[in-house]
């Protein structure tokens, strides 16, 4: 029973293209996350995200966009992508205002070629 | 923005051996958090642990909020120690409430 699953798990693209990578949470958690760790492994936050408000890092370009069906779920959807695109995304999840504590998925480690 | 500083960057232990990671943060915050990335790339959450001190087994953390600072102390290391260890602060930070990591400490326990 994983609390916070994403798909897939590895993505392989050509410049230009759109993807989206999915993430669910079981948990019953209010607030949903993005992360990217680069090569370097350096993590950083691009969206948190609850039913109430989005809050986007300043430093995300506009061709991220995080698309939220339902409290349970968080799908990172990127176009035009580049090379530096290339990364490991985490999503996260966690219950504001009750001790905070981020769980994260898997990762889903994204090569844009 | 809050910065966060962890030391040492990287980590090389005798199994059994003790040791002491550090992060330090620049503002006030809300939370704080220990992870840990195992080889595989997974991120497990050790300690939520915005003041006090938690023990988790061989595990222990300490954040003295007043000064900015956050110990994570592992005893009796073992190979599956292995790994990155990340400190992660919650605050505010232009205007807005935001997670930062730090950069992480490498470690790695030999046999």
């Known amino acids: 029973d994983t609390a916070v699953s994403q798909t897939p798990k590895y993505l392989v693209t050509q410049m230009g293209n759109d993807k989206s990578i999915k993430c669910e949470q079981n948990l019953g958690h209010d607030t949903m996350y993005w992360y990217k760790q680069d090569s370097k492994k350096f993590l950083k936050i691009m969206f948190s995200y609850n039913n109430k408000e989005l809050i986007i890092n300043e430093t995300v370009p506009n061709r991220f966009s995080p698309k939220s069906p339902d409290k349970a779920h968080l799908n990172l959807h990127i176009n035009s992508l580049e090379l530096g695109d290339s990364a490991v995304y985490f999503c996260?999840?966690?219950?504001?205002?009750?001790?905070?504590?981020?769980?994260f998925g898997p990762g889903t480690r994204l090569t844009v070629t | 923005g809050i910065q966060v500083e962890q030391s040492p960057p990287d980590l090389i232990l005798q199994e059994g051996a003790n040791s002491t990671l550090r992060c330090n943060f620049s503002d006030s915050v809300n939370n704080l958090q220990w992870f840990h990335q195992n080889p595989w790339g997974q991120l497990i959450n050790l300690f939520y642990?915005?003041?006090g001190t938690k023990q988790n087994g061989r595990l222990s953390a300490t954040t003295v909020a007043t000064e900015r600072y956050s110990l994570l102390y592992i005893s009796s290391s073992q190979t599956t120690d292995s790994g990155v260890y990340f400190c992660a602060v919650d605050g505010y930070s232009g205007g807005y409430q935001k997670v930062t990591f730090g950069i992480g400490t490498k470690l790695q326990v030999i046999p």
């Open positions: 642990i915005p003041s």
């Open positions: 996260a999840s966690s219950q504001r205002g009750a001790g905070p504590e981020q769980y």
